[in-house]
């Protein structure tokens, strides 16, 4: 079976599990499931279920593809993504977006848990990227998909402006306070180096993260709108002899700030 037909195979099995095309698909990261379960009147399809689709071993990520109504409208969430980390090469991990493009759906919603590059962001802050940088395979490399777009994608806007400006005025309006910076995607699994989060300032990077990426270029590739927001977790720039990355207390900090991220997205895609 072809890349392509895997795509629309898997489309063809949501298509026949939810009765109408999502306004929108959200993508939670480590720790952030949780909006998931604000969902309305669910219909929960765990990956193992849908064709092709990976499992997420990550820790946080409960592996389900929830559809139902957020904000007064229709949603489809991925309640944990899948990550070049766990092994699976770029086209698999970025299929989901190929997947959400080919149901019609035109904008998506992107969050991961990070570590703070930036010496002003604390753990529990919510950053809107508004860019990012590449250390990742790019998962455009290989024949073009022209059916979703061309060769060369622009990539000077990846992340929507209208939904950064939207995102601004809700947060006023409900007196939440946001970070807004440059997020840098690696391939992990080891969490960043004291000289490696210098590095990261110095290129221009505010947070660091082992994924997302590679999931905004495919769904820009397909001209899909995207916003996109980070949970600060740990803090990348005081290190102190007895300090240590804990992927445990990765979850537990997303899990804190996850309520405020949930209360935005659902104003925002109530606003669409």
């Known amino acids: 079976m072809t890349y392509l037909e895997k795509i629309h195979e898997s489309a063809n099995f949501i298509k026949s599990q939810i009765p109408k095309t999502p306004d929108v698909a959200i993508v939670l990261g480590s720790g952030l499931g949780d909006l998931a379960e604000q969902i309305q009147n669910p219909i929960v399809m765990p990956y193992s279920t849908i064709p092709n689709f990976m499992q997420s071993t990550a820790v946080g990520h409960k592996g389900n593809l929830i559809y139902g109504e957020l904000g007064g409208k229709q949603v489809l ?13 770029m086209e698999m991990v970025t299929l989901p977006m190929r997947v959400f493009n080919a149901l019609g759906i035109s904008t998506v919603f992107v969050s991961n848990a990070a570590g703070a590059a930036n010496p002003t962001y604390r753990v529990g802050d919510l950053m809107i990227i508004k860019d990012q940088i590449n250390l990742m395979p790019n998962p455009l490399v290989g024949k073009n998909l022209d059916e979703f777009g061309p060769r060369f994608p622009d990539m000077t806007r990846p992340y929507d402006l209208d939904l950064i400006k939207k ?106």
């Not at 899948?82 to 699976?88: A, D, L, P, V």
Request: charged share 20%; proline share 3%.
């Open 77 to 89: 969430a991925m309640q944990g993504r899948f990550h070049y980390y766990e092994g699976y090469p």
């Open 167 to 272: 995102c601004k005025e809700i947060a006023a309006k409900l007196n939440i306070s946001l970070q807004e910076g440059v997020y840098v995607g690696g391939t992990g699994p080891t969490y960043e180096t004291p000289a490696e989060y210098k590095y990261y300032r110095h290129i221009g990077g505010d947070v660091a993260g082992m994924s997302t990426v590679p999931e905004v270029i495919v769904a820009r590739h397909g001209n899909m709108r995207v916003f996109g927001m980070t949970v600060i977790t740990n803090e990348g720039f005081d290190f102190t002899e007895d300090f240590v990355n804990d992927g445990d207390d990765v979850v537990l900090q997303a899990g804190i700030a996850a309520k405020k991220m949930t209360t935005l997205f659902t104003e925002m895609i109530r606003n669409l």
